[in-house]
């Protein structure tokens, strides 16, 4: 089976090299910011997914552009930063998890992407068409068929294993942060509401919130920790955030409400 000229075989290795190179890429460049090993990339192996289908995006739909170099770039510049805008809202999407934030960037969008970023996208597309692939190409069309195959099945398989325990790692840090974030939520409501001093009920309430949070805090330090230290920027979604505001106008109809149901309770003592 071939797309636009290529065996499906030929793009599956040439994805798992692409994720591997960007995976050395974006570990050396961790690395040397922050001054220790930075293993980069959200599943167990040494890839990032991201980059090697970026590379096919890439092959196969901006070699034909490599007569107009004008037009090269920016095709390059907006379908990469779209993809990598995609990833970013999809991660978030299914996490709720920010994996990198450009917020502190001029000229972002949503802190997904970035105007140096996309420029940088379209300078390494061009490097990746005319000076790395070529000679890539070259070499794994000197590689046999049969071990073709065998390279193919294996990564494949060890591709599905290491997608399968990092999607339920996921999905248990996931849970955690929605979890954390809503305790956390309801512990700022009732410490509001503690505030108040108008029931002993909302003070055990909040002890006992205090400690389920310290609980669930602990539970996703353990499990977020390997994603932490490949992503030292890591922070919640924007949308599980709880902001002040919110909490002081629930906290204030909260209060409003109780003060309500006292006075009708007076009321009614008085009118006996």
Known sequence: ????????????????????????????????????????????????????????????????????????????????????????????????????????FRFNLKGRICLWVALVWGVLSYVVIFFIHPPVEARFQTIPPWLKYSLGGTLLAVLVLDAVFTIRHLALVSKLVVGVTSLGEELQLQLSLGKAELTDMLEDKSAALRQRYSAEIAQLERYSRRFRSRYSKMSPARRYTVRREDIAAAAQLARDELLRKKQERQARRSAK
């Open 1 to 104: 089976m071939n797309i636009l000229g290529y065996s499906v075989l030929d793009l599956f290795l040439y994805f798992v090299f692409y994720s591997f190179l960007g995976w050395v890429m974006e570990t050396c460049y961790c690395s040397l910011c922050e001054r220790r090993l930075v293993p980069r990339g959200f599943l167990y192996g040494p890839i990032c997914p991201i980059y090697g289908t970026g590379v096919l995006l890439m092959i196969l739909f901006f070699t034909p552009l490599k007569q107009n170099l004008v037009l090269f770039y920016v095709v390059a510049v907006v379908v990469m930063s779209s993809w990598e805008y995609f990833v970013a809202w999809l991660l978030e999407t299914t996490t709720h998890i920010k994996y990198w934030d450009y917020s502190h």
